[in-house]
């Protein structure tokens, strides 16, 4: 395997390995290791180039130190992908060598599921490296984070409804829910325990079809979704949903959901607020996940730890509206600065 170091200023360290047995290419950001080891899922993605890859793995490295700082852990920022293509390029030999990969590193950084790559996909990893997470044999194996993410996205949407419809309380509140996936469904069912009316819209017409049974939602076609006049808007599905046309079509009071990357660039943050559209910030909302995560990579059994932590979200969205309001300053922008300030102080 050949491991080469790329130069990618304002980052730790980036890292490119490829490896002509597998057939690996793949690359590692660390962007910040102030806070902890950095940690970060694993994406696979048949990327168009080297540097489309490159440019992928840097935007998600960052993301990763403020969502991992946002929820108080003791963890940095980093991401890893491979370029490949999941259903056609994946093998047993390809995941053992990018184990290796993530192994070379010496712990500095911890990989886990994203986009492409499954439990199996890690657990494959695992046999060469013992910096991955995510995995469902072990003494400390996490699982699946999708329902822990789900929680801590329904305890931030009460709280961004607090301030954004008066209350917490969702009986009887219509969401508008984009992505009917891992995420999407678990906040269906704590959405239809608290009464609320669920639109939903996904591409997957076997998820339509559990959703309209389990939780009786209403289906809208997947373009449909943004125009929608409901509460609240729950983006769930890919990154960038919020932009320009889709801001312009929105008939919602707030937007809280799961999906990384919901801004389609900053000054999306700026238009929501111009049309009086509360928005949750999404590093904050959908930290659940890596919280879980964390749990194993920090050797932690105790369920009542994530429990707390995953609480803390709502605290944390909380302030952070309460300060957007008090000051004027729109969420995200409050959101940044807050992990800025935890960052500065170290
Ligand atoms: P998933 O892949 O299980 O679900 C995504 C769903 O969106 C799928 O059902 C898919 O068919 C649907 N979809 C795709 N394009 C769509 C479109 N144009 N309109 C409507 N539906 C569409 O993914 P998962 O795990 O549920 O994650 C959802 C989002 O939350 C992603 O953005 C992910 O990065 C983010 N996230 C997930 C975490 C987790 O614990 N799984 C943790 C933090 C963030």
Not at 5 to 24: H, I, K, N
Request: a negative charge; glycine letters at 10%.
């Amino acid at each position: 395997m050949i491991i080469k170091e790329l130069d990618a200023p304002g980052y730790e360290r980036v890292v490119y390995a490829e490896d002509s047995t597998s057939g690996l290419k793949s690359i590692i950001a660390l962007h910040s290791t102030k806070l902890g080891p950095a940690a970060g899922g694993c994406r696979m993605f048949k990327y168009d180039s080297l540097e489309a890859a490159t440019i992928d793995a840097l935007r998600l490295a960052r993301g990763m130190t403020y969502k991992n700082a946002a929820a108080s852990l003791p963890l940095g920022g980093g991401k890893s992908v491979i370029i490949a293509e999941p259903k056609t390029d994946k093998t047993p030999e390809l995941m053992q060598a990018f184990g290796r990969f993530v192994e070379a590193l010496q712990g500095s950084y911890y990989t886990a599921e994203d986009v492409g790559i499954s439990v199996e996909d890690i657990a494959e990893a695992a046999k060469f490296t013992s910096f991955a997470a995510g995995l469902t044999d072990g003494p400390y194996a996490s699982g699946d984070p999708s329902p822990v993410t789900a929680k801590g996205v329904f305890l931030c949407m009460k709280v961004a409804a607090e301030h954004g419809l008066g209350s917490p309380d969702l009986n009887g509140k219509t969401i508008a829910l984009q992505g009917l996936g891992h995420v999407g469904m678990h906040l269906c069912h704590y959405l239809h325990d608290a009464g609320a009316k669920i639109i939903a819209a996904d591409i997957n017409p076997m998820a339509i079809n559990e959703a309209k049974e389990r939780f009786n939602a209403t289906i809208v076609e997947p373009d449909a979704i943004y125009a929608q006049s409901a509460d609240i808007f729950a983006p769930c599905a890919m990154g960038a949903s919020v932009s320009v046309p889709s801001i312009a079509q929105l008939n919602v009071k707030v937007v809280a959901g799961a999906a990384n990357n919901q801004l389609a660039d900053d000054n999306c943050g700026r238009l929501l607020a111009d049309k009086g559209i509360l928005y949750a910030p999404d590093y904050v909302v959908n930290g659940g996940g890596i919280i879980n995560v964390a749990a194993e990579i920090l050797k932690i059994s105790d369920q009542s730890w994530v429990n707390g932590k995953v609480k803390q979200l709502g605290e944390t969205t909380d302030q952070i509206l309460r300060k957007s309001s008090d000051t004027g300053e729109f969420p995200h922008r409050v959101a940044d600065r807050h992990v800025d300030d935890i960052l500065a102080a170290i």
